[in-house]
């Protein structure tokens, strides 16, 4: 069975600092890979999406970025962060290929405090 | 762009009561549609989807909901809410070919009261 994977769970960093968080997915390949980022009252708004190695879209212009460097691995990072980044960060995969099996299932998040 | 609209951002209940949480979309194209619950400390999770075929679809726990294309509309019902129901639930749509981007609604708090 397919499982997905978030550390850190919890995270509290200093403005200016950077960030990596890393998700992977396990028990499937060439998944569709997303980051999330979950606001109270905003939902879920996504960050960047991946549907190959070394293939990023980004959906929101921000101070952050994102890389696949292997086809289950995907990377939420930030060279300095801001206070505006924290938050609560969600990775989440869905299967490719055909049209019937595309929910996405998520992973336990990672909540971020920028300080 | 695609976008999702849910009505209620808080809605509180006694259990037995009916619930129906409102979800419109904008999209001009087929879509895909599902419902998402995230319980307390939970993953966020399928609730139900539609793809295709018979607009009222049925999903876990007793949940179901209703595709009406001509009001770009999927609402979320169940005929009687239990305490356990209590959660946050977001609606989303995905665009039938090439839907590699899922855009979620906001989201709405449901609290039961026992």
């Known amino acids: 069975s397919q499982t997905i994977h978030q550390w850190p769970a919890t995270l509290v960093q200093p403005v200016g600092s950077p960030l990596s968080l890393e998700c992977t997915v396990e028990g499937t390949s060439n998944p569709n890979l997303y980051w999330y980022r979950q606001a109270a009252g905003r939902g879920l708004q996504l960050l960047f999406y991946s549907v190959g190695i070394g293939q990023i879209s980004s959906e929101v212009p921000q101070n952050l970025s994102a890389s696949r460097p292997q086809d289950r691995q995907f990377i939420l990072s930030s060279k300095k962060l801001l206070l505006s980044d924290s938050g609560f960060y969600l990775c989440?995969?869905?299967?490719?290929?055909?049209?019937?099996?595309?929910?996405?299932?998520f992973g336990p998040g990672t909540r971020l405090t920028v300080l | 762009a695609q976008s999702v609209s849910q009505h209620n951002h808080h809605v509180i209940l006694s259990e037995a009561a009916s619930l129906e949480l409102g979800c419109n979309y904008s999209?001009?194209?087929?879509?895909?549609l599902f419902w998402y619950v995230q319980y307390p400390g939970q993953h966020l999770q399928l609730l139900l989807k539609y793809f295709s075929g018979d607009p009222l679809v049925k999903g876990i726990k007793g949940f179901e909901a209703e595709f009406i294309k001509s009001k770009f509309s999927f609402n979320l019902r169940k005929p009687s809410v239990q305490w356990s129901d209590t959660a946050e639930y977001f609606c989303?749509?995905?665009?039938?070919?090439?839907?590699?981007?899922?855009?979620f609604g906001a989201g709405t708090r449901l609290f039961v009261k026992a």
């Open positions: 989303a749509v995905n665009a039938r070919t090439g839907g590699f981007k899922t855009i």
């Open positions: 999209y001009g194209g087929t879509v895909n």
């Open positions: 989440a995969w869905r299967i490719t290929s055909g049209l019937i099996n595309n929910e996405q299932f």
